[in-house]
């Protein structure tokens, strides 16, 4: 995969682009996405995994989804469209979405729309209607109360398991996880599905990607691919085995795509061959892996306080708002200086502008950053891309009503457009209905 950071002459270089130069021209607090990454992750892993298939003689295809929810942005998730296998939605509104994407590309209808989430019967019936037109789309049923609404269809409708799996990565230690059809349910529409239309081709499972575990993967790959076993040799329409999310992210550059895929071909392999079984098509449904790389947001430092030992280093917004999956999920975001990094470092912490005391950022084992002097430094939040819009609230109003950053964004040509300004107070009080 592309190194994505390089640096030049003291200043950090981000997909070729000078992020120094950015800054200074377009002003912080910004936010810039390159689309031209989300093209070559999708093309890269594409690549590596078909490269594989042929030297593994693999007799089954791979393919790319791009999981919408991880940002809703229209060009992000148009540009994933064009060069992924198809769009994967969570929820009845991001169906309706992904529906209008589709009527806006009639050249990609024959490309995959795959559903999943808690279903209600808005969801359904879209689902139904958008099969009635000819989409290639399949349904992952999630419960047995979906099983039976959808067998009352008499459709050949595609449909696909999701497997019930203990969580391994709750903090409590609790194993539990509300996703997903369990062993009972499962083995219900197994004895039950002769007597149906409905067409199973998938056997479904969520693997967690930005903490990827291999011994934790494995766990639950081979308790799904045991339900894969049990289902083909029964149903031979049963030809997917579907990973739900769970690409390993890259944000310690370097991670090996070419042994992560030559590895998990292999297991399949070897697992149907031991088995008897056919072997399946993979399917991917990537968001963070996706997206997460394509953002990032810059700052300059304003203020330094020495009210501590060690120093804050205040930057022009919060970092609240930039950093709600760090906030809410605990997932580790890149955060570096992006000029005079040919000049000596100290030990600092970044703090936001706000009057909130959660408003900051440092190593935590470290306790500290190591960062140049604060005189005209700006700093770079890497790795944004996923979920940041849809968490931190886009377009509305934000934390201590500090206004979203100007958005930039930079298209695989190469070319330049500003998505919007830095927010006024005029459009902030609109929104808050102020009279």
Same mark, same amino acid.
């Given at each position: ?117 808690? %279903?209600? /019967?808005?969801? $359904?019936?879209?689902?139904? *209607? =958008? +099969? ?6 399949? &349904? ?11 067998? %009352?269809? /008499?459709?050949? $409708?595609?449909?696909?398991? *999701? =497997? +019930? ?6 903090? &409590? ?263």
């Amino acid at each position: 995969m592309k190194k994505l950071n390089e640096i030049k002459d003291g200043k950090l270089y981000y997909n070729g682009y000078d992020l120094y130069s950015l800054a200074k021209e377009y002003k912080t607090p910004l936010k810039i996405t390159f689309l031209a990454v989300i093209k070559e992750h999708i093309e890269a892993l594409k690549k590596s995994f078909d490269e594989n298939i042929k030297k593994l003689q693999y007799p089954a295809k791979f393919i790319y989804l791009n999981a919408n929810k991880a940002n809703y942005g229209f060009e992000e998730i148009d540009t994933a469209f064009k060069y992924s296998d198809g769009l994967e939605t969570s929820s009845y509104y991001d169906l309706l979405l992904t529906y209008d994407f589709f009527l806006k590309h009639p050249e990609f209808k024959n490309k995959y729309l795959v559903t999943n989430g808690y %279903k209600m /019967n808005d969801y $359904l019936d879209e689902i139904i *209607r =958008i +099969h009635h037109e000819g989409y290639h789309i399949i &349904d992952i049923i999630d419960s047995l109360e979906e099983y039976e609404y959808l067998k %009352k269809s /008499n459709l050949k $409708l595609e449909i696909g398991l *999701r =497997i +019930h799996l203990s969580s391994q990565y709750s903090e &409590d230690g609790v194993m539990n996880d509300r996703f997903g059809l369990n062993e009972k349910e499962l083995e219900y529409i197994y004895q039950d599905l002769v007597n149906t239309k409905l067409n199973l081709t998938t056997i479904h499972f969520h693997q967690r990607g930005f903490d990827f575990e291999l011994d934790k993967f494995l766990i639950n790959f081979h308790k799904t691919f045991n339900y894969y076993i049990k289902f083909n040799k029964k149903y031979p329409s049963v030809i997917n085995l579907d990973l739900g999310g769970g690409t390993p992210l890259p944000i310690i550059e370097g991670y090996d795509y070419d042994e992560y895929s030559y590895k998990l071909l292999k297991l399949i392999l070897e697992e149907c061959k031991k088995n008897q079984v056919t072997v399946p098509n993979l399917i991917s449904e990537n968001g963070k892996y996706s997206q997460k790389d394509s953002t990032v947001n810059i700052y300059k430092v304003v203020a330094k306080k020495d009210t501590d030992q060690i120093p804050w280093y205040v930057v022009d917004s919060s970092l609240l708002i930039a950093l709600p999956e760090m906030y809410a999920l605990g997932e580790m975001v890149r955060v570096e200086a992006i000029n005079k990094l040919d000049t000596k470092k100290v030990k600092a912490r970044l703090a936001g502008i706000t009057c909130d005391c959660d408003d900051v950022y440092y190593d935590k084992k470290d306790e500290y950053l190591l960062l140049p002097e604060h005189d005209d430094l700006y700093i770079g939040l890497l790795g944004t891309g996923s979920y940041q819009n849809s968490m931190n609230g886009k377009g509305g109003v934000h934390h201590c009503l500090l206004p979203e950053e100007k958005d930039l964004v930079i298209d695989v040509e190469g070319n330049i457009k500003i998505r919007h300004n830095l927010q006024t107070i005029d459009e902030i009080k609109k929104l808050i209905k102020f009279e």
